[in-house]
Every structure is written in structure tokens, then in C-alpha cells.
């Protein structure tokens, strides 16, 4: 809408519209970055030391408590440490398998079953 002159009667008007229009171009041309959750390999081997220690820890601990209120001497502890031991493999193995999904990404092509 403008006048015979060429110019428009809203000038304000105009320029928003335009900055409305020009924001909607880049509101749909707008993409999110892609953020990857994999944790680092670093990341990954602490947690994975942290909880085998603390397992380790705790059967340690509990084999302690045996002792003290039993008096066996350390025979608790030895026990204790060993399922201890055990507990934090455990979780180890089990960790790392959830992180093999069997897609070939963590594995070798040629160690790949699927």
C-alpha cells in the first residue's frame, strides 16, 4: 500500500513485516546442533575404575565389620575382599557390554557377530 509518490504510509509497519518475514526464513532454516551423549573414552575408564574400587572398597569394609564383631580374625576380611573382587568385575564386564550394542561402531568389522 503506498501512495502515488511510491512511499508507503506505515513505514514502521513495512519494516517489521519485513523483519517478521526475514525472522521466519531463519526460524525454518534454523537446524539444532547435533549433540552426541557418548561419553569419552577417559570418562568412560573412570567410571568404570571408580565403581570396580568401590566395590572392592566395600567388601573390604563389610569383611572388616565381620571380623570386629565375630573375632574370625582375618578370615572376614579375605572373604570379603574376594566378593568384593568378584562384585566389581561384575560390573565392569556388565558395563562394557551395554556399551557394545552389537552395531560394529565398538567393535572390530571382523569381531562384529551381526
Not at 551423549?37 to 575404575?49: F, I, R, T, V
Not at 572398597?57 to 582375618?74: E, T
Amino acid at each position: 500500500m503506498s501512495d502515488k509518490n511510491g512511499k508507503s504510509p506505515n513505514p514502521d509497519k513495512d519494516a517489521l513485516q519485513a523483519f517478521s518475514d526475514k525472522l521466519e526464513a531463519q526460524k525454518k532454516s534454523y537446524q539444532e546442533p547435533e549433540i552426541s551423549n557418548d561419553k569419552s573414552g577417559m570418562a568412560q575408564g573412570l567410571k568404570h575404575a571408580s565403581e570396580f574400587s568401590a566395590a572392592i572398597i566395600a567388601g573390604g569394609f563389610l569383611g572388616y565389620l565381620v571380623d570386629k564383631f565375630a573375632g574370625s580374625g582375618p578370615w572376614g576380611l579375605l572373604i570379603g575382599l574376594t566378593f568384593g573382587f568378584g562384585a566389581g568385575v561384575m560390573n565392569v564386564v556388565r558395563a562394557a557390554k551395554q556399551g557394545m550394542d552389537g552395531s560394529g561402531i565398538d567393535l572390530p568389522p571382523e569381531l562384529d557377530e551381526d
